[in-house]
């Protein structure tokens, strides 16, 4: 397969602002780090998962 270079199509500043700045065809996932929920959550369903629940006890991933 021959190598394809893809332009970045990058925006000054903040990447998301807002929850609704980027509506798309899938449903848009933050990501943050910490086992607290954010103070301030941002707007839509909010699902909190501590980073925790996701590895065993030897800190490698958990099967999915």
Do not use: E, F, W
């Amino acid at each position: 397969m021959p190598l394809a270079s893809y332009p970045a199509n990058l925006r000054p500043g903040v990447v998301i602002k807002d929850a609704n700045g980027t509506k798309g065809q899938y449903p848009m996932l933050l990501i943050a780090s910490g086992k607290k929920p954010a103070a301030k959550a941002p707007d839509g369903k909010v699902v909190h998962v501590p980073y925790t629940d996701l590895l065993n006890a030897d800190g490698t991933p958990k099967a999915a």
